[in-house]
């Protein structure tokens, strides 16, 4: 009964979400958005943005790329980088800082490939192995491992392929074949069948769909909640990662870390680091006078974006006694989150105990692989869970360089770890002695769910609704590093800004497909 009312509550809120959307385009097509701010020109303007992930910093290198000049970023914690979280090493002989999480990105992810050329930013082409490992059967499903434990999953990695092919090939018929992220119409088919639901209809096991593709594909989405993902992202996914075995998941990533990224976007802006926003008051004088006030301070803004979490943007707004729109409030308060849901991939314990890797594979695994994948099954409740271990140092680049540098062997060395473990199941053993801190994901990916999506595609309709735009991951269809960065230009262009890389073609045109899929 519960569940019954949960799902009505749920559809409740979508269809309320759907007539008060329609109710505004409507009136906003015959009276005109009055709510809505117009551009400002006025390069002199204040602007504020809240939240310092790559949405907020990309507005902001947008605006100053146009000419604005005085651009404050608000971040809660002590330095930017949003959800591409560092941290440092130590070791006998230096130390050294690596990425945690959003380390390494596809090749489509074209916006991004172009702002770290203009950057001068080094990269890096890498390969990232997975292991999957099923202690109970004595079995295990690795790339490079085409061979062995694998052939029990032929004729589901054969049904999963046709599935892809077949998706690949009614998503090409309507958006072209150019790949992209940001291929998107009404008419496909797949954006109304879930990946759960068109895996029953090609005949793709329980057993592949828990062992396999739920453990590989949730350290991508960092949320094991698969089963109502649309199935037109499919080929994308594929391409990120294959399920073949002998199709080792190839990426690029920096030779550095992404601090460098951050740093150069931000050059020109005022940062105020560890400033949480608490409260923001708008009064609009008329409809071309907005005064922006945040946590009661004496600046006063012309227009805000918020980059930050839909919850901190809500609460901020109720604490400063804004008024907005129904429609606005109740997109932002419906925004769900991975940890609502799904205690899997909340926190990563940072560590250096190899313990957590399986003796017998260990060597191996520190040298070769990026995922240790230790799958369970829980009897009582007769569920699969999974611990999901990131073997940094096997790839990262300017690990390797410092070993190389301080002449270390791989099979010397501790290595960089960072294991995540569900809540509700009783968590791997790891030597105290060896954690040194723990990633904290709660609130950083909303849930990819069919609702989620819609507000994303209808945010458009109360984009600067008395001077506030949203960006990030919050109001975005999916968790990308190349999608938060595209819909921060997207809003900055809505305040006056112009898009920075309309000389690259094959950019311009990711960035169009998302502005007529969230904007236009």
């Given at each position: 009964?519960?569940?019954?009312?949960?799902?009505?509550?749920?559809?409740?809120?979508?269809?309320?979400?759907?007539?008060?959307?329609?109710?505004?385009?409507?009136?906003?097509?015959?009276?005109?958005?009055k709510?809505?701010?117009v551009?400002l020109?006025?390069?002199?303007?204040?602007?504020?943005?809240?939240?310092?992930?790559?949405?907020?910093?990309?507005?902001?290198?947008?605006?100053?790329?146009?000419?604005?000049?005085?651009?404050?970023?608000?971040?809660?914690?002590?330095?930017?980088?949003?959800?591409?979280?560092?941290?440092?090493?130590?070791n006998?002989?230096?130390?050294?800082?690596?990425?945690l999480?959003v380390?390494?990105?596809?090749?489509?992810?074209?916006?991004?490939?172009?702002?770290?050329?203009?950057?001068?930013?080094?990269?890096t082409?890498?390969?990232?192995?997975?292991?999957?490992?099923?202690?109970?059967?004595?079995?295990?499903?690795?790339?490079?491992?085409?061979?062995?434990?694998?052939?029990?999953?032929?004729?589901?990695?054969?049904r999963?392929?046709?599935?892809?092919?077949?998706?690949?090939?009614?998503?090409?018929?309507?958006?072209?074949?150019?790949?992209?992220?940001?291929?998107?119409?009404?008419?496909?088919?797949?954006?109304?069948?879930?990946?759960?639901?068109?895996?029953?209809?090609?005949?793709?096991?329980?057993?592949?769909?828990?062992?396999?593709?739920?453990?590989?594909?949730?350290?991508?989405?960092?949320?094991?909640?698969?089963?109502?993902?649309?199935?037109?992202?499919?080929?994308?996914?594929?391409?990120?990662?294959?399920?073949?075995?002998?199709?080792?998941?190839?990426?690029?990533?920096w030779?550095?870390?992404?601090?460098?990224?951050?740093?150069?976007?931000?050059?020109?802006?005022?940062?105020?680091?560890?400033?949480?926003?608490?409260?923001?008051?708008?009064?609009?004088?008329?409809?071309?006078?907005i005064?922006?006030?945040?946590?009661?301070?004496?600046?006063?803004?012309?227009?805000?974006?918020?980059?930050?979490?839909?919850?901190?943007t809500?609460?901020a707004?109720?604490?400063g006694?804004?008024?907005?729109s129904?429609l606005?409030?109740?997109?932002?308060?419906?925004?769900?989150?991975?940890?609502d849901?799904?205690l899997?991939?909340?926190?990563?314990?940072?560590?250096r105990?190899i313990?957590?890797?399986?003796?017998e594979?260990?060597?191996?695994?520190c040298?070769?692989?990026?995922?240790?994948?230790?799958?369970?099954?829980?009897?009582?409740?007769?569920?699969?869970?999974?611990?999901?271990t990131?073997?940094?140092?096997?790839?990262l680049?300017?690990?390797?360089?410092?070993?190389?540098?301080?002449?270390?062997?791989?099979?010397?060395?501790?290595?960089?770890?960072?294991?995540?473990?569900?809540?509700?199941?009783?968590?791997p053993?790891?030597?105290?002695?060896?954690?040194?801190?723990?990633?904290?994901?709660?609130r950083?990916?909303?849930?990819?769910?069919?609702?989620?999506?819609?507000?994303?595609?209808?945010?458009?309709?109360?984009?600067?609704e008395?001077?506030?735009?949203?960006?990030?991951n919050?109001?975005?269809?999916?968790?990308?590093?190349?999608?938060?960065?595209?819909?921060?230009?997207?809003?900055?262009?809505?305040?006056?800004?112009?898009y920075?890389?309309?000389?690259?073609?094959s950019?311009?045109?990711?960035?169009n497909?998302?502005?007529?899929m969230?904007?236009n």
């Amino acid at each position: 009964m519960l569940h019954i009312l949960i799902w009505l509550q749920y559809f409740g809120v979508f269809i309320s979400i759907l007539f008060l959307s329609l109710c505004a385009y409507i009136k906003a097509r015959l009276l005109g958005n009055k709510k809505r701010a117009v551009p400002l020109f006025n390069r002199d303007c204040q602007i504020a943005i809240v939240g310092g992930g790559i949405g907020g910093v990309s507005t902001a290198y947008a605006l100053l790329h146009s000419g604005y000049k005085n651009i404050t970023i608000y971040e809660a914690r002590d330095k930017l980088g949003g959800n591409a979280k560092t941290h440092i090493w130590q070791n006998d002989k230096s130390n050294i800082t690596t990425g945690l999480s959003v380390l390494a990105w596809p090749v489509i992810f074209r916006n991004y490939i172009h702002l770290l050329n203009e950057l001068n930013i080094p990269t890096t082409t890498v390969e990232l192995p997975f292991f999957i490992h099923n202690k109970q059967d004595n079995s295990f499903f690795a790339h490079r491992k085409q061979h062995i434990h694998t052939q029990q999953y032929n004729t589901n990695l054969k049904r999963w392929s046709r599935m892809v092919n077949t998706v690949r090939w009614v998503t090409e018929y309507f958006n072209g074949k150019e790949a992209s992220l940001y291929h998107f119409t009404f008419l496909n088919p797949f954006n109304y069948i879930s990946m759960r639901c068109l895996s029953f209809c090609f005949g793709v096991s329980n057993r592949f769909w828990n062992h396999i593709v739920v453990p590989m594909y949730a350290s991508s989405f960092l949320s094991t909640k698969l089963s109502f993902i649309p199935s037109s992202i499919l080929p994308t996914i594929d391409s990120l990662i294959s399920l073949q075995p002998n199709q080792i998941p190839t990426m690029q990533t920096w030779l550095q870390t992404s601090i460098d990224v951050f740093d150069k976007m931000t050059q020109g802006a005022t940062i105020k680091t560890n400033h949480p926003v608490t409260k923001v008051h708008i009064q609009r004088k008329d409809s071309n006078h907005i005064m922006i006030t945040i946590n009661e301070e004496k600046t006063i803004y012309d227009r805000i974006v918020f980059a930050c979490n839909a919850d901190a943007t809500v609460n901020a707004l109720t604490n400063g006694h804004t008024k907005i729109s129904s429609l606005l409030k109740l997109m932002l308060s419906n925004v769900t989150y991975g940890d609502d849901d799904d205690l899997n991939l909340l926190d990563g314990i940072i560590h250096r105990d190899i313990n957590v890797l399986p003796a017998e594979y260990a060597k191996e695994l520190c040298c070769d692989y990026a995922n240790y994948i230790d799958l369970k099954y829980d009897s009582r409740n007769q569920c699969y869970y999974h611990y999901n271990t990131f073997i940094l140092s096997s790839w990262l680049p300017n690990v390797h360089a410092m070993m190389k540098e301080n002449q270390i062997e791989h099979k010397t060395m501790e290595p960089m770890l960072v294991t995540y473990a569900p809540y509700n199941q009783p968590g791997p053993k790891i030597d105290e002695k060896k954690i040194f801190g723990k990633v904290d994901n709660r609130r950083a990916h909303p849930s990819l769910s069919f609702r989620n999506q819609t507000i994303a595609l209808l945010m458009r309709i109360v984009q600067g609704e008395n001077g506030m735009y949203f960006c990030g991951n919050a109001v975005t269809p999916a968790n990308g590093h190349d999608l938060s960065l595209i819909s921060g230009f997207a809003v900055a262009e809505l305040i006056g800004a112009k898009y920075p890389f309309s000389e690259n073609i094959s950019a311009l045109r990711d960035y169009n497909r998302f502005k007529r899929m969230c904007v236009n």
